[in-house]
């Protein structure tokens, strides 16, 4: 990788302020000054830029509270992108895992770690994921039962078993419910409450496999994954690794 974009991807500042710092004979490798913005650095290597190490980090984990009105894409020629709410993150190769709707708000996991992501979004794998839905009208047993048999979705297939829980009911009618799914198919919290005749006024995600939205991260807002959710992430990898093993061809 080029010296200039080893250390635009660790943040270290935007390319061209790096590219003058680069001239100006700012930054060693391996203890000797580098004056190339394109001098190949690779693994393993020691870079610092004003005597100041920076490590590289192959892999990013970010949490975020997705508000309302961005899409979950990595570019749009015309809409703002999740990416766009982490200006300070210049690494170019970060993507959402999985979708949320434009309107969907609540967890939404950040990374440039593709096997994490085809893991924690395979359909094979089912992976829980939580939402909190604003609906406009009561959660009977009916419905519980009807998501815990798994619904029928536009007559095009059956969602697998979810787990549907009343909450609290408004003055105005409207409930709150949460709702637990091991699959991700395109609007399916929307799809499946329309299916027992209620529509999604608003929905949250707060949880995908042991990933919790931090109650104190608000909306629009992002961190790094703490080391413990990491480990968790890890262990759900090595788990599936277990149940699936490769196949020995
Ligand atoms: N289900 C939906 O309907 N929308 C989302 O954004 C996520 C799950």
Redesign the pocket.
């Known amino acids: 990788m080029r010296l200039d974009k080893y250390l635009a991807d660790m943040n270290a500042g935007t390319r061209s302020t790096l590219r003058r710092e680069i001239r100006k004979g700012l930054v060693t490798v391996d203890g000797k000054t580098v004056k190339d913005p394109a001098c190949p650095v690779g693994d393993g290597q020691e870079v610092r830029l004003n005597g100041r190490k920076i490590v590289w980090r192959a892999y990013e984990y970010y949490l975020l509270n997705k508000p309302q009105g961005v899409i979950s894409a990595t570019e749009d020629p015309r809409q703002e992108t999740v990416l766009h709410l982490l200006p300070e993150i210049r690494r170019t190769d970060l993507f959402p895992v999985g979708?949320?709707?434009k309107d969907?708000t609540g967890l939404l996991l950040i990374t440039n770690d593709g096997e994490l992501a085809h893991r924690l979004l395979s359909p094979k794998k089912h992976v829980d994921k939580r939402?909190r839905a604003l609906i406009d009208g009561e959660v009977t047993e009916e419905m519980t039962a009807a998501f815990r048999a798994g619904l029928m979705l536009d007559g095009e297939f059956t969602a697998l078993p979810a787990e549907l829980t009343a909450g609290t009911v408004h003055p105005d009618g409207t409930a709150e419910a949460e709702v637990v799914i091991c699959e991700?198919r395109f609007?399916?919290?929307?799809?499946m409450f329309a299916a027992v005749g209620r529509n999604?006024l608003a929905?949250t995600?707060l949880a995908m496999g042991p990933l919790s939205l931090p109650p104190e991260l608000p909306e629009g807002a992002f961190r790094e994954l703490t080391q413990e959710e990491l480990a968790a992430l890890r262990t759900l990898r090595g788990t599936e690794e277990q149940e699936e093993p490769a196949d020995p061809a």
């Open positions: 979708r949320l709707d969907t939402y991700g609007h399916q919290v929307k799809r999604v929905l995600r």
